[in-house]
C-alpha cells in the first residue's frame, strides 16, 4: 500500500503521487541558458499531435516524440546536446499513402542571443537564437524535425506496382459481383431485325 505523504510545493500542499508526476511531465516553456548554467537535463515525451507547424507534412498525427536534453556549458558556449527518437507517419509522394519513418536525431546547438555569436559557432553547431527569457520547448523538437524530414517520403518498396495490382483485383471482384446489365436499345434491335420499325 502506498503511503500518501504530503509535501510542500510552491507554497501548495501536493500528495506525493501528484508530485512524482509533476516531475516527470516536460515543461511548456525552458529558458535554455538558465538549463545551460545549472547543467539542467530534460527526458520525456512530447505528443505529435501538439506540433502544429509538424502536422501538414503528415499522414497521421499519431505517437510522441520522446526527447533527451542535457544542457551545459563549455567555456563561454552554452549548448544543448542529446537526441529526439520518434517514428512519423508520413504521406508517400507515390501512393498517398502512410508510410512509418522512424527518426533518432543527435540534438547539437548552441545558444545564442545574436547572429553575430551564431557566426561564431564550431562547426557541429548548430545556432539555437533566443532572446532573454522564456521559449516553448516544441519549438526546439518541432524545428529539429521538420530540418531532418525527406522532401519527398516514398516507401522503400515499388508502392504503386502494390496499388495497381491491389485495384486490378478489387475491379475483377467488382466485375463478378455486379450483374450483367441490360442494353436499353435491345428491344429496337428485336424491331430492326423483325421489321416492324
Not at 9 to 21: L, P, R
Not at 90 to 115: D, F
Request: include cysteine.
Amino acid at each position: 500500500m502506498i503511503k500518501d505523504t504530503a509535501h510542500r510545493f510552491d507554497g501548495f500542499v501536493v500528495s506525493i503521487y501528484y508530485y512524482a508526476v509533476m516531475l516527470a511531465r516536460l515543461p511548456e516553456y525552458i529558458d535554455p541558458l538558465h538549463l545551460a548554467d545549472k547543467r539542467g537535463e530534460l527526458k520525456g515525451q512530447i505528443p505529435v499531435s501538439s506540433l502544429d507547424r509538424l502536422a501538414d507534412l503528415l499522414f497521421n498525427e499519431t505517437g510522441a516524440v520522446t526527447v533527451d536534453l542535457f544542457f551545459g556549458r563549455e567555456g563561454r558556449l552554452a549548448k544543448i546536446e542529446g537526441y529526439m527518437e520518434a517514428v512519423l507517419e508520413l504521406e508517400c509522394q507515390n501512393c498517398l499513402q502512410a508510410v512509418q519513418w522512424p527518426v533518432k536525431h543527435t540534438v547539437k546547438l548552441g545558444i545564442v542571443t545574436s547572429i553575430d555569436q551564431a557566426d561564431r559557432l564550431p562547426e557541429d553547431y548548430e545556432p539555437l537564437l533566443v532572446a532573454e527569457g522564456k521559449i516553448p520547448l516544441k519549438n526546439i523538437v518541432e524545428d529539429e524535425l521538420l530540418l531532418i524530414l525527406p522532401a519527398f517520403p516514398k516507401h522503400s518498396y515499388n508502392c504503386l506496382a502494390d496499388k495497381s495490382l491491389n485495384n486490378k483485383e478489387a475491379d475483377s471482384v467488382l466485375d463478378e459481383q455486379q450483374s450483367p446489365t441490360k442494353n436499353p436499345f435491345s428491344i429496337l434491335a428485336k424491331f430492326k431485325n423483325t421489321g416492324d420499325l
